[in-house]
């Protein structure tokens, strides 16, 4: 086993150690005195020298070629965007914005793995677009099946139910690439030991934050197991998450562990399943079309059915 990939397990193997301890209550309290500031695009990590970042209508991405993933997608939830209102399209493509192409159909099939969503299906089911683009292999990783249905779509559906509960949730999700990963098909596409998710509350009154490491493996444990602060996951993924914080609250968020500032027993009822296709496509895509004849991806205005730029050209 290569030194690196030694370091980085002990690493990892060191974070699973501080499961399940909490931060100091002093921290948490700190947290409630935080005041938001309006930051754009707010989700995004800090990137590299010569890394491009791909936007999609609902998610960004750094895509890897030597890994044939993503390093993260980041994306906003809103509290709108957890009504699911478009089924499941099922149907995987290459992604048309990754210039050196991504992976494919043949890579996964017989491999025994899922193409597991990075950024889960169900927190763009609010448009077709956003759907379909959920689907591109930028946004999959070979993850073990039971491990793909089992603990991390748990872990999905609970972050939607925080969204719904928070208004509105910063999410950065992906895999913990490191040289010497075992790999499936001609592309050579790299198979995780494990995978990561940071979420950012950055509204009042309860301003948080809080990681999540997984191996790659079925587990029947709580989710609360799981746990880590931001910091923690910016050691063992090499990524510096909510650069465009002020500083001060960085630190802070970044370091406080809290699990007491989640609900980890949401109800049923804190997930909107509306349905009403038409209202939502008008209410958050763009429904005018560009000079090519297709549909605009950008969010329409809210209650509008055009984005800024097409609203003020009618």
């Not at 890394?51 to 998610?59: D, F, L, P, S």
């Not at 956003?130 to 999905?156: A, D, H, L």
């Not at 910063?170 to 998710?197: D, F, M, Q, R």
């Not at 191996?215 to 990524?239: H, Q, Y």
């Amino acid at each position: 086993m290569k030194k690196n990939q030694i370091i980085l397990l002990c690493l990892i193997n060191y974070t699973f150690s501080l499961i399940g301890q909490t931060t100091e209550s002093h921290d948490s309290l700190l947290l409630q005195h935080i005041q938001p500031h309006n930051i754009s695009s707010l989700e995004i990590p800090k990137t590299h020298l010569h890394e491009a970042i791909i936007q999609h209508t609902a998610y960004s991405f750094s895509y890897n070629e030597i890994h044939e993933q993503a390093n993260w997608i980041a994306y906003l939830l809103t509290k709108e965007e957890t009504q699911k209102s478009f089924e499941r399209s099922n149907k995987f493509l290459p992604d048309p914005e990754v210039k050196t192409q991504t992976a494919n159909d043949a890579d996964y099939k017989g491999s025994g793995y899922d193409r597991g969503h990075l950024a889960p299906a169900a927190d763009m089911s609010w448009s077709e677009v956003t759907m379909q683009e959920s689907f591109y292999y930028s946004n999959m990783s070979p993850q073990v099946p039971s491990f793909n249905r089992g603990i991390w779509k748990k872990c999905e559906e609970l972050v939607r139910s925080w969204a719904n509960e928070n208004d509105s949730l910063y999410i950065v999700t992906g895999p913990v690439l490191s040289e010497g990963l075992p790999s499936i098909g001609e592309n050579k596409v790299s198979i995780p030991n494990y995978y990561y998710k940071v979420i950012l509350d950055y509204t009042k009154p309860n301003i948080k934050g809080i990681g999540f490491i997984f191996p790659n493996a079925a587990s029947s444990e709580d989710l609360e197991k799981f746990t880590v602060s931001i910091d923690s996951v910016e050691v063992i993924t090499g990524i510096d998450f909510y650069p465009s914080l002020p500083e001060e609250q960085e630190e802070l968020i970044e370091k406080t562990k809290c699990i007491d500032c989640w609900n980890w027993s949401p109800t049923k009822s804190t997930i909107s399943t509306t349905t009403n296709t038409n209202n939502v496509v008008s209410a958050k895509q763009c429904v005018a079309k560009t000079k090519k004849g297709s549909q605009c991806k950008n969010k329409a205005v809210t209650n509008k059915k055009y984005c800024k730029t097409h609203l003020n050209k009618k």
